[in-house]
């Protein structure tokens, strides 16, 4: 049997990078990448197709969807929370807007088939708005219905593709002579901050983390843009690229929710800094919080109840905070930058 073919968008980014890793290495699928970039060659070399290109370009996703048999889509693509301080419409076009054409094109895909095309939609701690620090403490692990108030366009975006995600998977054309046809099946995490050790993430808010990392290893002192108390939820990568995987095969059935919280473990900037300090003996890191990021970071979860994935399927992440710098982050970064 021909394997099927999944879409990546965004397939540069810092996710994108390692799930075509992990998708390319268990070799169940093949990859169409798409991205505003070309794609590099490492990475073009375990795609079937590399396309480059806008997400908001109808034709360009007509033309893909009708070269491919796409049967699932991870849509990475997005412009992040910082980034989306500084630029707030445009934000907006790429993240709901081109959000939208993808729903569009996954859901003719998905009449076409006669079966649901699987649509896995990274969400974010950012659809959370806790209003000040106390309270954000007094919550601590925060449900997916709760605080769901987003400080930044990033987050408004997020939550409200959450939204059209689940209209799309159960009433789509409700109304008339396509209610029969198949509709797309869509699924979203809401992801912590990511750590990985091969990339640093750009235009983020949750960058603290990574950034502290890479500088250390590097050996270039961190100016953190938050105060060392201020403490999210982090994931290590490799985490991060299991838990899309295991959504995309869970069985529909078993799931209560369209949108699930994922987590891994809670850290302070200070914490994080302890451990980089531990690993990098001399690692330099100083605290210039910047007003508006700071406030940012105070309104997301100091942690999220992700119960409801660990028993609908299955998610348990290998890396808590210790494994994740001791047995990933440390020894794979100082391998990475040994080598120059
Ligand atoms: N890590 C992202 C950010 O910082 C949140 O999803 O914008």
Redesign the pocket.
Known sequence: MPKGVVLITGSNGEIGHSLIDRIAAEGRYNVVSLDLTPAPDELRAKCLASYTGNIMDRFLMDQIAAHHEIEAVFHLAAL???R?ERDPELAHQVNVEGTLNLLRVAQQQSARLGRPVRFLF?S???VYGLPDVATKREAGRIGEDEWNVPV?M?GCN?LYCEHLGRYYTRYHRQLGALSNVARLDFRSMR????ISADTV?T?????FGPEMLHAAAKGEPYACFVGPEAAIPFMAMPDAVTALVQFLDADKEKLTRVVYNVGAFSISAAKIAERVSAAFPGSKVTYEPDAVRAKIVDSWPEDVDDSAARNDWGWNPKFDAARAFDEYLVPRIRARYAKG
């Open positions: 992040l929370s910082t989306g990274p974010s701690i950012a930044t990033y997020k992801f912590p901050g990511l993430p235009g983020g808010t949750s960058d």
